[in-house]
């Protein structure tokens, strides 16, 4: 598989990231997904699940707690309304397509524990505080020195003082050393693993008989190296619902939804040309409806599916596309354009600006197509866009 061009850190769901705990021996709750409102009774009961229930809303979005997202039942008849009363509502603008059931924990305390990249240090940096649950925001605005904070050294790893550390300036103890320094490793192994950006369990919690136990998980990932880790691309294919996105990343494009149902939208092979594309249309007060990255060396037939996704767009009457060719040919740019022009529907109208390789084999194939104007540089394209919406 090659890998994936452009960097969008992976927000993993609470399950998702329960799932990566359980594999690294990190303690999470007996837990069931439901994604249906009929037979959970007996998914509860095949799952081996014993009330009283925890019932949380799977949506890539903290403060769940605080907004209805996680309640509590004691048998069926409860767990039946509050699954019917919450799957598929919206929360904090989010369609709730997934609840996860566990078994209500006991609770002694409530901790923070964290491991996240620290970019302007390059290291990772291992976050703790003894207050930690819901309200853990208010915590750092308030009381930042109630948070331990320190970096781990990326060349020796995870040292014991990093765990002493985090005993001595929170406050719990040493009592706690080796449930910390055991779990902490495990964190470690997952955040180096699985090139995460954030691993964070909140809250961390000490059970009445002492153990720690993982209720709630963030797990980001640097898209970057998604080519490398098959099961996470699974997580993230399951997440977007966007069906452009979802399409567009099958064949290794980037598509980004912006002003929806605005008239233009915008396709090169670079972001920095897109961002260009995007700002000198906006300047001309011209909204884009989204833009699509090709990445590099696209062939005819893979041009041809971005035009179609492109155009696919719903709104979306003229396609502005800026190519500079290297690896990617200018006359297989043009022959995709115009592969998917032909199969196109309705009143379309490219824009196209071509540099670099076989230009002029390109424009031949360019002056083919009825649909197409050719333009001599980005700001020429506006000018053309421009007026035709004025
Ligand atoms: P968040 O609000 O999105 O961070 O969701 P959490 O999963 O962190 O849950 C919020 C809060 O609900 C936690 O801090 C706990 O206080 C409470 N909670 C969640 N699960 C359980 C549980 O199994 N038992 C108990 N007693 N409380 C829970
Ligand atoms: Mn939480």
């Known amino acids: 598989m090659k ?33 249906d409102k009929a037979g959970i009774s007996e998914t509860i009961a095949f799952a081996g699940l014993e009330y009283p229930l925890v019932i949380k809303a799977q949506v890539q979005i903290g403060g769940r707690g605080k907004a209805g997202g996680v309640r509590f039942a004691e048998n069926t ?9 919450l799957l598929f509502s919206e929360l904090k603008g989010l369609v709730v397509n997934k609840l996860l059931v566990e078994e209500k924990a006991d609770i002694k305390t409530e901790w923070y524990l964290s491991i996240l990249l620290d970019r302007d240090k390059k290291s990772p940096r291992v976050l703790f505080s003894a207050s930690g649950g819901v309200d853990i925001e208010e915590t750092a605005a308030n009381n930042p020195e109630a948070i331990a904070s320190v970096l781990v050294n990326p060349l020796t790893g995870l040292s014991d003082y990093v765990v002493r550390y985090v005993c001595s300036k929170s ?7 080796d449930k ?50 098959p099961d996470v691309v699974k997580y993230r294919d399951s997440l977007d619902d966007h069906p452009l ?26 972001s920095g040309m897109i961002m260009s594309m995007i700002d000198l249309l906006n300047k001309e007060k011209i909204e884009v409806s989204c833009a699509l990255d090709l990445g590099g060396g696209a062939t005819s037939e893979r041009i041809a599916e971005a035009v179609r996704i492109t155009l696919a ?14 690896i990617t040919r200018c006359d297989e740019v043009a022959d995709g354009i115009k592969k998917a022009m032909e199969q196109a529907e309705g009143n379309k109208t490219i824009v196209i600006r071509m540099e670099g390789t076989n230009k ?31």
């Open 3 to 35: 890998p994936y061009g452009v960097v969008n850190d992976l927000k993993l769901l609470e399950y998702q990231a329960k799932e990566l705990f359980a594999k690294y021996g990190i303690n999470v709750q007996k837990s069931e997904i439901i994604s």
């Open 77 to 85: 008849a409860q767990l039946q309304e509050i699954t019917d009363s």
């Open 171 to 177: 406050g719990i103890g040493d009592g706690y050393f």
């Open 180 to 229: 910390l320094k055991d779990i902490l490793i495990r964190m470690y192994g997952l955040f180096l693993e699985y090139s995460c950006i954030l691993v964070e369990i909140n809250p961390l919690v000490v059970k009445e008989d002492d153990k720690l136990l993982a209720l709630d998980g963030k797990v980001d990932i640097d898209d970057s190296a998604l080519f490398r880790l």
């Open 245 to 270: 996105v979802v399409e567009a990343r099958l064949q290794r494009f980037l598509y980004i939804p912006l002003k929806t149902g605005s008239k233009v939208a915008v396709m090169s092979n670079g």
């Open 313 to 326: 767009t719903p709104g979306v009457d003229t396609l502005f596309i800026c190519i500079f060719g290297g």
């Open 360 to 390: 002029n084999r390109g424009m031949e194939i360019i002056k083919t197509i009825p649909e197409a104007v050719s333009v001599t540089g980005i700001v020429d394209g506006v000018k053309t866009i421009t007026r035709r919406f004025s």
